[in-house]
């Protein structure tokens, strides 16, 4: 099947710095959504991408779908503390038809935020 | 509630029981999918119901995972005979029907621990 290949797996950095994580395929996707995961909680949709392309900002986050299609990275400005959790990125394969609903994710990159 | 409800939140059980687990998604939700995170995984697609369509059961892992899905709304995952390689966190999440079928909220999810 498809898969996704999400990097770094961890991260350890500096309050007030900047953060970059990305995702990469063999395969196309047409969507990528990037998610969020605090401790004993289900993940959260951050930012969701339709086009190839496309950049999009929700606060200090940026993300952007790759013109390729098989890629797409999120960046976060000026971490702060509760920016900790596992970013998640995830990608659909179609819009419509059979299989189009079934998201396939990344492994995670685990984010500590140091004070 | 507002969000997708999960129960019961942790289970400890013993090989070779059967366990169910519920789902109960946002109103008016049609689609409701399941999906199994193992520790330092991403998250793996179980199966996936959409309104009064047949659901898709292609990720379930084994014949001893079934799933059920009553008046379009609350959903079972119950897993027989169970191994120890079932223990993960089993995760829920529902979406409006529509052309962004990515946009899932997830549920808490059940922890399975089996001893």
Known sequence: GQQL??????????EGEDVSMNCTSSSIFNTWLWYKQDPGEGP?????????????????LT?????????????????????????FCAGQPTYSGAGSYQLTFGKGTKLSVIP | GA??????????????????????????????????????????????FQGNSAPDKSGLPSDRFSAERTGGSVSTLT???????DSAVYLCASSLSSRYTGELFFGEGSRLTVL
């Open chain 1, 44 to 60: 959260v949709l951050l930012i969701a991408l339709y086009k190839a392309g496309e950049l999009t900002s929700n606060g200090r």
């Open chain 2, 79 to 85: 897993i027989q005979r169970t191994q120890q390689e």
């Open chain 1, 63 to 87: 993300a952007q779908f790759g013109i390729t299609r098989k890629d797409s990275f999120l960046n976060i400005s000026a971490s702060i503390p509760s920016d900790v959790g596992i970013y």
């Open chain 1, 5 to 14: 290949n999400q990097s770094p797996q961890s991260m350890f950095i500096q």
């Open chain 2, 3 to 48: 969000g997708v409800s999960q129960s019961p939140s942790n289970k400890v059980t013993e090989k070779g029981k059967d366990v169910e687990l519920r789902c109960d998604p946002i109103s008016g939700h049609t689609a409701l999918y399941w999906y199994r995170q193992s520790l330092g995984q991403g998250l793996e697609f179980l199966i996936y």
